[in-house]
């Protein structure tokens, strides 16, 4: 079982509001990520972290933002969610060096903004 | 940058036949190839994975095949089971580094009793 933890698992919010998705790991883990996932499965990359105080944006367009301000922790938040932002969101973590690139994924955060 | 197609989109089986999922990628670089299963509720898994320098891998009824030449790579369920539907994932990427996996769309397995 993975050490990847993402809190709420579910979350229905009105339109206009902040909220921010959590996410933390215990395997010390230098990368880590956020996706995306629509009802159709197709996991989008939105933003990526290598390490403390690093911070990239990923393959697809996305209005949330993220911070790293500690190695297990890896935070996403939305100023003003709107109904467009309702969707799966998936956490995951992976080691930096070594000889694979394996990921662990979190149990994501079913977003509902009404 | 990498492009990975994953084929079929869906796939139904009955239980006990065998499963097929193909991928193609784009960049000669890639060298790691993880396949990952997400089961109703759950983020993905790694299920198997395979290295450039192998050309198959087994782990009981799962197996990974891989084409450097053809640039593709399957993933191959035998003798299928109900708890095997789940929706399947394949990524490319360069083992090590700073390297950020491209996945391919996903396939929904469904294995009929």
């Known amino acids: 079982e993975a050490d990847i933890y993402q809190t709420p698992r579910y979350l229905v919010i009105g339109t206009g509001k902040k909220i921010t998705l959590e996410c933390s790991q215990t395997m010390g883990h230098d990368k880590m990520y956020w996706y995306q996932q629509d009802p159709g499965m197709e996991l989008h990359l939105i933003h990526y972290?290598?390490?403390?105080?690093?911070?990239e944006k990923g393959d697809l367009s996305s209005e949330s933002t993220v911070s790293r301000i500690r190695t297990e922790h890896f935070p996403l938040t939305l100023e003003s969610a709107r109904p467009s932002h309702t969707s799966q969101y998936l956490c995951a973590s992976s080691g930096l060096a070594g000889a694979r690139n394996e990921q662990f994924f979190g149990p994501g955060t079913r977003l509902t903004v009404l | 940058g990498e492009n990975v197609e994953q084929h079929p989109s869906t796939l139904s089986v009955q239980e006990g036949d065998s499963a097929v999922i193909k991928c193609t990628y784009s960049?000669?670089?890639?060298?790691?190839f993880p396949w990952y299963k997400q089961e109703l509720g759950k983020g993905p898994q790694l299920i198997i994975d395979?290295?450039?320098?192998?050309g198959e891998k087994k782990d009981q009824r799962i197996a990974v095949t891989l084409n450097k030449t053809a640039k593709h790579f399957s993933l191959h369920i035998t003798e299928t089971q109900p708890e095997d539907s789940a929706v399947y994932f394949c990524a490319a990427s360069q083992a090590g580094g700073s390297y950020i996996p491209t996945f391919g769309r996903g396939t929904s397995l469904i294995v009929h009793p």
């Open positions: 395979i290295r450039s320098n192998v």
């Open positions: 972290s290598y390490g403390v105080n690093s911070t």
């Open positions: 960049d000669s670089a890639s060298n790691y």
